[in-house]
């Protein structure tokens, strides 16, 4: 196959996987019992009354809630074609626009938190990885500590430790780079915990191979045959995780926004499918399924970098 | 909120922690089978002249705002917390399995399909499926089951799918064949139980996370209905009092760490007796 | 932040009017910004919610507002007078006022604005709470207005002085897009909406060329801080540790385990809402609460008061009456004092009713059938976890007498989409209804019928002599037969056991103490920042 194909390919997929994803959504969304115009009508008014069909009428009309399923689908995808992902029955915004201003927040925050996942998992596994009895229990009990730590519980434990009682950042951080680095770590904490996990196995296994043993005979210093060495092998399957570790953040993110007032993705997706937001919600998705086919193609791209033998296989 | 599909070769836990995670889930299984013989108290039994009251002898994790022994409500809980870890799991590994497997011997188109299927439920916020399954259903302990279940499946369905490849590469399959063993039987003698082993230990991991998971549904108030002491509703009853009552959030989430901790610590434990690889 | 910290400056305009003599807490400023941390984003900032009412507050003006005892005041008019058939209001508007669009806020402008509430869905609360006896509305010159009504309705000025009644400019409203018009109205009031960062707060500039303050203002003239912003911070350990950083200097809802903290190190403000209270909607139509003796027997079996202050922490007033609340005109303090706790007696009436079976739980049976209440409540948004410690309570109270009362938490979505419409549904369900006049009663008591339903009618009571009662005391121009009429209603509603009391809805806001002269309106409990000035 040649490597025009297999791009072409590729890409082609990808779409249809998030096309797919998007209209997954859609049906799901349809599937919900509950009336949509009654719904919006009581989000309006701040009420929980069923209202009458002449009362609904009017939103019913404007929406096209009352079209057969087909036509509201077909009416969708043709958006979609066009770039458009509708708009949001309660904000009055092109969903495009609402996801544009927060996506940003949401993906520094998954972005940072997985880049200091990484940095505590590789730290303390190169520490405590083969190095006796104690130091590797130490390891390997707190990856399983943190890994089974809640979020929300982190969160607040941060705040009320590190915020209000040592004042050593602001509660209410917004975007501010000073004011992420608690949402930051409630995230990163137990993923770091769970990738820790997954390099310590890796790397235990590399540590047993033939040429780690030439490399040291050759003289290699311990820490040098550690990172020159295992290090690159090691990483790989966490590599592999860190695509997947991406979507499962933007899930947890809607936590850390909500202790820490933060603006961001997950707080509007719950709130979306609260209010029966449709076009909101699927257009979410699609942009949460993008990133992760992104950030998947991203780690095909470092597991060529970190592994020499795939080079070719990937290479066209 | 982390399904997470787990690693799977051996970690060697200090012996000590083995005895103190044996300890904790037995003390767990306990409560969960048989709370009356932990405590004589009612779970759901209001005190309102003791109401807030730090931890004592009377009362070793304190009371609510109700009055309610926290300890005895934990106790209680665990019913629901590990019915909820269990059941999650359990429901994960059926859907994992079924399609794993159709995936892996069928092959081809099929193969393709799953895979591709897999693939959207992958790139699909796991978030979000909990949110709808629960607008369908309305919060309960049963739905919190059916959202993490289905939320954690594709990542299982994945690993078996592999490890059913690889083991059907095995020597000992080929062998079987080849002495003329009929299909079904080398799949249900030889290929399922090769195959499932490794993934014994995960399911266990599994149980833990899902724990953990479920208290992120009851953050968002979409837990099980009161007056239930599942432990993520108790963190969830908790978290107005941390500044002021630090025992009703800081002691069930310890409770649900050590938990989810012990029940991880033993999965890998078993997970290195039976020794293999699920990748 | 953009803290200004201006150069201090006692100025004229403050000392005018005499709210901001100096104190011994430091010398009054102009200008800085005001954090404020609100827990609910709206969709739009206006609207029929009162999470809405709330911040077009700051923007928007209304014809009349309510003062402390209870009195309409000037606003955008400055007189008004009803015709003697009490059909016809006439409002004169004070001169020289312009929406922050550069028109001016006209009859016209004001006529168009009931128009688009009542006729164009412009704002489906203010318009339940005038019809059905709005009429219409014209401008009779530039100045005067008048509005006609169907039949004499006395609560009406009542009513308008709610916050969804803001005057918009139509200028605006019809040459911008609906998103516009949705993100940044335009009015003119005492602050513009800079900017709505969403997700996080919305910014609010000050008006400088403000001129419509009510008659209630604590000075006279634009706002003295430059901005307000507006936060949403919806964790309440968050939202209250804000304040003791200094990051906040006014927070809504305090969460009540923190109160008497709060009354320690802060200025608090609390504010009991008018209207309908939290209380229990009881289905009357289907299941074991048709039986009036099983409703009694409901409202006597479980202790409530204690529990309000259990699960409140002693903050939040219990509320005996289910029609409407102690800070209601009208409202009737002897009805609220019906079914104190009494087990014995509802016990008595259980028995009487024949619910005299027990099954192995210990729950009264009927003919085999278990006395099984399903309670449906709005889990997270109209009960918070406060509110559901005080269900928890009390169910296992009922529980003491045979009730077997199951708590249904229900989402936001299920609750607005009408899965729990239908009478067969629920037996229970809380809720509360924000209005500065007991004409709310009509609203949620009139009878529900085929040609006219009342969806808002959650107990499907429908009560001939009630509705009669409701109707005189809403034409009843004397305001002392009025409230007879409505504390009869309301004894009608206690006697029948068709709502049963819980707790007024409250707001609560604690403010720094370096910042003064914020206060409530009225009628809903809106925060007013435009007095409002910084002393350091």
New interface residues.
Partial sequence: MSAVIRVVFKTV?SL???V??AS??FF??L??????A??L????????????AAELA?LNERFGFDDPVVVQYLDYLNGLLHGDLGT?Y?????VLE?IG??LL?SLTLTGAALLVAWALALGITLVTVKRG??L??LG??WE??T???????VG??L??VF??QL?AF???G??SAWGSVLPVLTLAI??AG?LG??T???F??VLRQPFVTTARTRGMSDLGVRLRHVLRHAIL?AVT?SG??L??L???A??A????????I??????A????DLPT?SG??LV??AI??IANLLVDLAYALIDPRLRTAVAP | MTTIPLTTRPIRLPRPGTVVSLLVTGFVVVAALAPGLLTGDSPTAIDLTATLQAPSWQHPFGTDDAGRDLLVRVIYGARESLGLGLGATALAFAFAITLGFTAALAGGVVDAAITRVLEVAFAFPSLLLALLVIAVRGPSLATSIVAVGIGSAPGYARMIRGQVLAVRQAGFIEAATALGHGRLTVIRRHLFPNAMRPLVAVATLGVGQSIVWASALSFLGLGVAPPSSEWGALLDAGRLHITTSWWLEILPGVVIVLVALSVTSLGRTLQHRLGGAAR | MKKTLAVILATASLSACGAAEATSDGTPKTGGTIVYGHVQEPPCIFGGWIQQAYISRQVLDGLVTLAEDGSVQPWLATKWAASADGLTYTFTLKEGVKFTDGTPVDAEAVAWNFDLWENKGGNSTAKVSIDPYYKSAKAVDARTVEISLNSPYPPFLNLITQGYFGIQSPTAYKSRTEKENCEKPIGSGGFTVKEWKHGEEVVLAKNPAYTSWPATAKHEGPAIVDEVRWKFIADGVSRYASLSTGESHVVYEVPTVNWKDATARYQTIRYITPGKPVSFYINTKTGPFTDAAVRKAFAYGADRKAAVEAGFHGVIPYEGNPAVSQSTPGYNAEAAKAYAYDPAKANQLLDEAGWTGRNAEKVRTKDGQPLTIKLVYGSGFIFTQEGATVLQVLQEQWKQVGFDVKLIPATQAELWGGKYSDPSTFDATPSYWTSPSAAILWIVWRPSTTEKPNGSNRSFYNNETLSTTIQQANAEADAAKANALYGKAQQIIQDDAAGIGLYTQNSTYAVAQNLKNVWLEKSQGEPVFSDAYFVG
Avoid: C
């Avoid at chain 1, 009508?41 to 009458?52: A, H």
């Avoid at chain 1, 997950?266 to 709130?271: D, K, R, S, Y």
């Avoid at chain 1, 499918?273 to 029966?276: C, D, E, L, P, Y």
């Fill in positions: 997929a249809a996987v998030i797919a994803a997954v959504t799901a969304q599937a919900v019992p509950g009336d949509r009654n719904t009508m009581n989000l309006q008014t701040g009420q929980d009354k069923q209202w009458t009017p949001s309660t904000q009055k915004r092109p609402i201003g927060q927040p009895r104690f590797t229990g390997t009990t399983a500590l890994a089974s730590l809640p979020h929300y519980w607040v434990v705040l009320v915020a209000v004042r602001p509660i209410i917004g975007t137990p993923l769970f996990q997954v310590r196995d890796e235990e296994q399957p995780l997947w570790a979507g499962a933007v899930s947890g809607v936590i926004e909500n202790i820490f007032g933060r603006p961001g997950g707080q509007v997706l719950v709130t499918v609260n209010t029966r919600v979410i998705v949460v399924a992760y086919v």
